[in-house]
């Protein structure tokens, strides 16, 4: 991915300033009363999960490198001040085994980045396996990185298969570029694709819909030659834009007798596209996708970067326009896993996530707009709105570069590549394997009873009734 030379990492303190004991209670006591505030309750009719692991966010990839996964410390500071999880099962998540990397990922690829040592500085003659370069450095506890995203995702996937989760969360997610032995794209280990092919498991069909500003090829690839899961990528495409793929007939082997013909489809786009003609593009390409093809499942890869104002993005997406294919794919009451991906702008990526994580448990329209004062590093946002315009950004719109025809154009091409889609494929269920069924509950159970008993804070809690409908009125 081409970056920008400026330094862009800044050093961060402690959260306002303040740590401690006390201030931890008043802290939890402002979220509870948030929580009130803002209407916040677990959904009716469903669940839905949210997988993290603070671990992971204490990985730096370099000075000069773009991502920074402290954003996900941000995304965290603002869900959590807003309460939303008290409306969601939290799962702290745990390092994918080097046995679940594998069901994807070629052996020699997994135990040399499990052996692979740290290097100081980049190199401009990365190894076979591309690791060591600019855009994938070799950076202190790059393997627990990359393994513990993965966890996430896997276990997000087995919450759904188990139905303990109708949508699953995993922000740490979306690391779409990884190849079968190969780092790619700041992407080491493609946890979408093993998430993946945990539903395939159970799920007969998965559509994965990708709305990165980057095309997902490294999960296009993996599933380049089957007809059990479509992929749909909305990206810039052009000649100089990495990965430099996802053109509009790229659609999957060129054999037709081969099951994956026509089952990858691209949305290629040019800069400065706006919220309305997306909005527009997304609806009715996925909704063609859906009647033809029929998923029982839907992968929901959230990219960030995509947002106008990303560092490396180039189009004009607000954060309401964004979270608008979230809240679509919600309507089809399909099993649904969120993940994250690109995003390059911390804020923005954690106000986007934020807002997306209130469009799961369905609190958006009562949600305060303006993100409470309590929260961590609040000051690091700028505007303290959670969906703030391009003029509160003090960002200028992009020349848009798509007109109408060419998204119709777009929409045609996939409509014929739609119309060789025969059928959704029927498989033979295979049996859920233990380890995600009843075993795997009868487990999380006994810990949860544990951590009621061991716990008071966490059983006064459960007792006031924070996030459930009809307490404490």
Wanted: hydrophobic fraction near 35%.
């Amino acid at each position: 991915m081409r970056r920008p030379s400026v330094k862009i990492v800044q050093e961060y303190g402690v959260p306002n300033g303040k740590q401690g004991g006390q201030d931890s209670a008043a802290y939890l006591t402002q979220i509870n009363e948030e929580v009130q505030r803002n209407g916040i309750v677990k959904p009716k009719g469903y669940n839905v999960s949210w997988h993290l692991n603070p671990a992971i966010e204490k990985h730096h990839f370099g000075d000069r490198h773009p991502m920074k996964p402290w954003r996900l410390t941000l995304a965290k500071s603002l869900i959590m001040s807003y309460g939303m999880h008290a409306a969601m099962d939290s799962y702290m998540s745990r390092m994918a085994t080097p046995e679940e990397l594998k069901d994807f990922h070629a052996s020699d690829y997994i135990e040399f980045l499990r052996s692979a040592m740290p290097r100081a500085t980049p190199t401009a003659d990365p190894d076979e396996f591309n690791l060591g370069s600019d855009d994938c450095p070799l950076f202190e506890g790059f393997f627990d990185y990359s393994s513990l995203s993965a966890g996430a995702s896997v276990d997000a996937a087995r919450k759904l298969i188990n139905n303990q989760s109708d949508i699953a969360i995993n922000w740490s997610g979306g690391l779409h570029h990884a190849k079968k032995d190969q780092a790619s794209g700041f992407c080491y280990i493609n946890d979408v694709v093993l998430a993946i092919l945990q539903l395939l498991r159970y799920h007969p069909r998965v559509l994965y819909i990708d709305i990165d500003v980057h095309h997902g090829d490294g999960v296009e690839e993996a599933f380049w030659s089957t007809d059990r899961v479509m992929t749909l990528s909305f990206h810039k495409f052009g000649s100089s834009f990495f990965p430099r793929t996802g053109g509009i007939d790229t659609t999957g082997p060129k054999d037709p007798l081969n099951p994956g013909a026509h089952h990858a489809l691209n949305v290629p786009l040019n800069d400065g596209i706006s919220d309305g003609q997306y909005s527009w593009l997304f609806k009715t390409v996925v909704s063609k996708c859906v009647e033809h093809y029929r998923p029982t499942a839907i992968v929901l890869q959230c990219g960030a970067d995509s947002l106008a104002g990303d560092r490396l993005g180039t189009f004009n997406l607000q954060i309401t326009a964004h979270g608008a294919c979230v809240s679509f794919c919600k309507r089809l009451n399909l099993p649904l896993l969120l993940l994250g991906g690109g995003g390059y702008t911390p804020r923005n990526v954690a106000r986007a996530w934020a807002h997306e994580t209130a469009i799961a448990i369905g609190c958006e329209t009562t949600l305060n707009p303006e993100i409470p004062a309590h929260t961590p590093y609040r000051s690091y946002f700028g505007p303290p709105v959670l969906c703030p315009t391009l003029a509160e950004l003090n960002l200028e719109s992009r020349a848009n570069a798509n007109s109408r025809r060419s998204l119709e154009d777009i929409v045609e091409a996939i409509e014929e590549q739609l119309r060789y889609v025969k059928g959704a494929p029927s498989v033979q269920m295979q049996t859920i394997p233990p380890d995600i069924g009843r075993v795997r509950e009868a487990v999380e159970e006994r810990l949860r009873e544990e951590r009621e008993e061991m716990d008071a804070g966490f059983r006064k809690g459960r007792e006031s009734g924070i996030g459930v409908a009809g307490e404490l009125w």
